[in-house]
């Protein structure tokens, strides 16, 4: 007789992860290394040197080491908030009628809001570690401003955290807790830079992109003494911290001999989506399961769905090294949308090599799909989604619902990476139907297209 | 040897309580009953039929059953979001450099962001159970109404919340998430009662309170039909409900063979303090522990501190029951707080009973102070903690400190009822030192103990 399932499903502390998952050791086509983009030569450490401290680097460029042991205070970092329960989406089954299994990872009960911390605290330790006494970032929704606000504090460290002007101005609140932790936040772009005053100079009334604080953030770092740069998404290291989400979904879903058919999350830089599909990607392409692995971005900012596979800046200052990438180009200017977390230009480089390879779906869609979604969500399983994770659940549900035409039992697995407190102008917007679904152009494209360098 | 702790401790769904436990049934000296204002005969369940449902009547005048079985439908309701996690304070402790042990129950990993969905869901259920359409209450703070919204969205009642005018005003995002999840939400005083315009003609310009919104939601519920009115707090139906914050947390200490020494929680009207010592407190009084209790209230509203143990009503247009409790006066206005789930006048009547009896400490303390305790909780501990709950973190520091000059090694158990994603102006204000830190003088009081009538 099968096991009753409990809708909240909580690892011991035994069974937490004791090492991250490094998803490239398993792929037998490895993504295209980053290339600096002087040389065009793969970059070295010495290259990231002045940017990221040394244990972050060793992690990125590390395509061999499968299993990465988590430092021991790390993993006394991660028992202050995980595990994140693994929730069987009981109601929302019924709600929809569906034959199909949902579950869902749910990775924001801690007070960042979302997944963004799993990254956020190694890189506070490794840069403690390192001897250094600041940081710096960006952050664009907010999730990773608060997350690595948190780990600063935690770790002692002085944190300076670009915010992009337009997002510090609508959310002020969020604003307010990221300096509440003690970080500096200042809006991007600002007069503390070059690239901030240059862009500053073009476009006085700029209210700023994540590509823009991106640069102004690098660029503090590398003139600072003992300081550096972290990043929240788009790297494979952050990947490699994130694993630990669908190393914990696995763990849980194992005591149970479940086996999902199909995977779902968000994308916006890839953090949450490549976290929780790792492992069971890894499976996949061991030939151990024939899963079904979707990311769900914005129709407004659509990378995977209409990008080009091509080298590109990671920022629009173009001072990053070059990635390969599902891009939309360094240059393209995503229309508003609620979901700020997923507007950007570019894609991680493995989820974007497992796209093209043909591992990974992808699909877009519309903010008010979306928001649709979240509502039929919210109301039946109680918790209020982030305008990004709701994504998943559009898909979630459209699968499930396939399903209910279909007649089959399938076990559907997504990523609900974060709440959407500080998103409340959000669902007001939606309740008023003043919400936009602009969906770019070809024209759009091409304009953003033409930014890509040709290498 | 003793077994490692755990930093979160979390109960199988096979360990959560499948009863109640009422208080006042081990309590050899009971809380006076409720007076009819007219009659001043104790309340019969035909005198409350009107404004509350029978299932909750029972439980309010029930005084002899021990243990109340939850419903299995309640059951199910509250495995969407719970357990709730009973934190170990490990890094609190490193930090104060305390030998005790410090332990809290979080009870804001739900949506609506704290306890009062432990009450809100059974509330509903039973409203919906007696072939009711719709509910009415009030709201301060904003939980409560967050909560009942979220539990009539599950159970498909409409609900119509009266929120203090001010406090909707404030706290913009706090009624969006209310209206999301589907309430009709009035600001309060309104046009909308007698006795909103009665209020309002007499001072046009009124903020509004708490003790008039529920006679708004009372006067609309009596007149409406197939509706009553559910109220958050105060009462001992809902201490009832909140009991499972104390079963837990006690399960989840027997577990390891822990007994606190020391049991604190906020208190505004008691639901979360009285749900946390329930079943502690019915040891202590059957003898088989010594226990302290601490209620911490804050003290620009301190009705245990500085109250009167008097017969009062609930609210302001005195159209409730009498309740024999501790009471600044149904006409006391207490100065702005942040803390706005403690700006009641009165207190639960078992509390006020047990705190009479000396059963119950009580301390009040001031903004700034439960402030900086709260700051100095979210940097290591990494939760945002709500106002209220922040008083509670306040006493248990405090304790702490007292432990680290005595070299005690005394348990302490804590109930963080809450989070402060909704009170970022709070904080703000906290960093920008304008918070005022107003105590009432004693004229101040004498006004409001004018009010409380004499019988």
Not at 157 to 171: A, D, G, R, T, W
Not at 292 to 300: D, G, L, M, W, Y
Request: with cysteine; net charge neutral.
């Amino acid at each position: 007789m099968k096991e009753k399932i409990p809708t909240r499903i909580y690892l011991t502390e035994e069974e937490m992860p004791k090492f991250w998952y490094n998803l490239r050791a398993d792929m037998k086509d490895k993504p295209e290394p980053m290339l600096h983009p002087g040389t065009l030569k793969p970059v070295t450490a010495d290259d990231l040197a002045p940017v990221f401290c040394k244990s972050v680097i060793d992690q990125e460029l590390d395509e061999t080491t499968r299993l990465v042991p988590i430092p021991e205070a790390i993993q006394d970092f991660y028992r202050a908030y995980r595990p994140s329960p693994l929730i069987r989406a009981y109601y929302l089954e019924k709600a929809l009628g569906t034959p199909a299994e949902i579950y869902y990872k749910f990775e924001g009960t801690n007070t960042s809001g979302s997944h963004k911390l799993n990254s956020a605290g190694p890189q506070a330790y490794f840069a403690k570690e390192a001897g250094l006494t600041s940081l710096t970032t960006e952050t664009g929704a907010g999730q990773w401003g608060t997350a690595m606000a948190m780990a600063c504090a935690f770790y002692d460290l002085k944190l300076i955290v670009y915010m992009v002007k337009v997002s510090s101005e609508q959310k002020p609140y969020r604003k307010a807790l990221i300096e509440t932790y003690g970080a500096h936040l200042i809006p991007s772009p600002s007069n503390t830079t070059e690239s901030g005053k240059k862009i500053l100079a073009s476009d006085p009334n700029t209210g700023g992109s994540l590509g823009c604080a991106i640069s102004e953030a690098i660029e503090t770092a590398v003139k600072t003494d003992k300081c550096r740069y972290v990043l929240g998404s788009v790297l494979n290291h952050v990947l490699l911290h994130q694993s630990v989400i669908g190393l914990e979904a696995k763990t849980a879903l194992d005591r149970y001999g479940i086996k999902p058919d199909i995977i779902i999350g968000c994308a916006g830089g890839g953090s949450n989506l490549g976290g929780l599909l790792s492992p069971f990607m890894g499976d996949k392409l061991a030939g151990k399961s024939n899963t079904r692995f979707i990311a769900v971005e914005p129709a407004s900012c659509p990378s995977f769905t209409r990008g080009r596979f091509a080298y590109d800046f990671g920022d629009t200052a173009k001072t990053t090294p070059l990635i390969k990438m599902k891009t939309l180009g360094n240059g393209f200017i995503p229309s508003a949308n609620h979901a700020g977390g997923l507007r950007y230009h570019g894609m991680n480089s493995t989820l974007s090599k497992l796209h093209n390879d043909g591992f990974l779906e992808a699909r877009a869609e519309t903010q008010t799909d979306v928001f649709d979604a979240a509502i039929r969500f919210m109301k039946v399983e109680g918790i209020l989604p982030a305008p990004e994770s709701s994504h998943a659940i559009k898909a979630a549900i459209d699968e499930a619902l396939v399903c209910k035409k279909t007649g089959e039992k399938k076990v559907i697995l997504f990523g609900l990476s974060g709440t959407g407190f500080f998103d409340m102008t959000a669902f007001a917007s939606y309740s008023d139907k003043t919400m936009n679904d602009y969906i770019p152009t070809d024209a759009d494209l091409e304009r953003g297209f033409a930014t890509i360098p040709s290498i």
